[in-house]
């Protein structure tokens, strides 16, 4: 029972390298979220997918691209990092279709930008 | 706009002391609420939720009441205990948008 599976767990890049953050998810969920937590502000949307094949710009969409695969994938891509996009990145998938219903989180991803 | 407040932390409490953590929220028409989890290195875990007014949502010992007269959901535990230290958020969603809007989390610390 995965739930939502992130990787890497951890990275550590340097000024201007690129890499793309992977989300899996196997509970048939439509929707996947991006997200960064930083101390003290809590967790900020930086993408939204309501299905395969779209995806809506969040709270802080400034440096990121994403990608919905299918529909149990979205990942989200740094094409050149820097070092205010050192952070804690959650995926979370829900289903839409059931307005009550939570957000499952994977585990997060740790990146640091030298 | 729609939007959630919680006190700010850390809060650091005696072993079986008695907890309140406070969330208000300003939002149109009825949304649910909800309180997450976050424990040391993992993601955001359900804690517990209500969907309409004067619901309780419990879970694990923690309970916390919909009051729409006072848009609140504050978290309470009778009991805490050291593995109860962790960071809580309060949260909501509105309508057939499944987008939730978090506070900005309270870090708890129980000491033993």
């Known amino acids: 029972n995965a739930g939502v599976t992130q990787t890497p767990k951890f990275q550590v890049l340097k000024t201007g390298q690129s890499m793309t953050l992977q989300c899996a998810q196997d509970?048939?969920?439509?929707?996947m979220y991006w997200y960064r937590q930083d101390p003290g502000m809590g967790l900020r949307l930086i993408y939204y997918?309501?299905?395969?094949?779209?995806?809506d710009k969040g709270e802080v969409p400034n440096g990121y691209n994403v990608s919905r695969l299918n529909k149990r994938e979205f990942s989200l891509r740094l094409e050149s990092a820097a070092p205010s996009q050192t952070s804690v990145y959650f995926c979370?998938?829900?289903?839409?279709?059931?307005?009550?219903?939570?957000?499952?989180f994977g585990d997060g991803t740790r990146l640091s930008i030298l | 706009g729609n939007s959630v407040t919680q006190m700010e932390g850390p809060v650091t409490l005696s072993e079986e002391a008695f907890l309140t953590i406070n969330c208000t929220y300003t939002?149109?028409?009825?949304?649910?609420l909800f309180w997450y989890v976050q424990y040391p290195g993992e993601g955001l875990q359900l804690l517990l939720k209500?969907?309409?007014?004067?619901d309780k949502g419990s879970n694990k010992g923690f309970e916390a009441t919909y009051r729409k007269e006072t848009t609140s959901f504050h978290l309470e535990k009778g009991s805490v205990q050291v593995s109860d230290s962790a960071v809580y958020f309060c949260?909501?969603?509105?309508?057939?948008?499944?987008?939730?809007?978090f506070g900005k989390g309270t870090r708890l610390h129980i000491l033993p």
């Open positions: 509970m048939n969920h439509n929707s």
């Open positions: 209500a969907t309409k007014a004067d």
């Open positions: 979370a998938s829900s289903n839409r279709d059931s307005p009550n219903q939570p957000q499952h």
């Open positions: 949260a909501l969603r509105w309508g057939r948008d499944d987008k939730i809007i």
């Open positions: 997918s309501a299905s395969e094949g779209t995806t």
């Open positions: 939002a149109t028409g009825y949304p649910s």
